[in-house]
């Protein structure tokens, strides 16, 4: 395999893993903004994008507890796809220096 085909793939595969980051914390990004925005949780949309951010966030659920609930959820959530970028474009900097 020629350098120019091996630099060519480890682009490829750094921008497919920044994308998947860039996904993950824009699902994550979408449900606290339909809270935010106080989205009603029966519609499908909204139901999907909360049990998706909910499974994407799940290790960062009560993190830190707030007594306003916007606010829990903006820290909570936030904190998870702030992650989510951060490590996402790291791994994929780091791939794509190979």
Do not use: C, E, K
């Amino acid at each position: 395999m020629s350098t120019a085909a091996r630099r060519s793939g480890t682009h490829q595969a750094a921008a497919a893993v920044r994308l998947v980051a860039d996904l993950v914390a824009g699902i994550i990004a979408l449900w606290v903004l339909l809270y935010l925005l106080d989205a009603n949780p029966s519609n499908d949309l909204v139901s999907t994008a909360h049990d998706a951010a909910r499974w994407l966030a799940a290790w960062s659920h009560d993190l830190f507890s707030f007594s306003r609930d916007w606010l829990r959820v903006v820290v909570n959530y936030g904190v998870a796809a702030v992650v989510y970028l951060l490590v996402g474009h790291a791994v994929a900097t780091r791939i794509r220096r190979r």
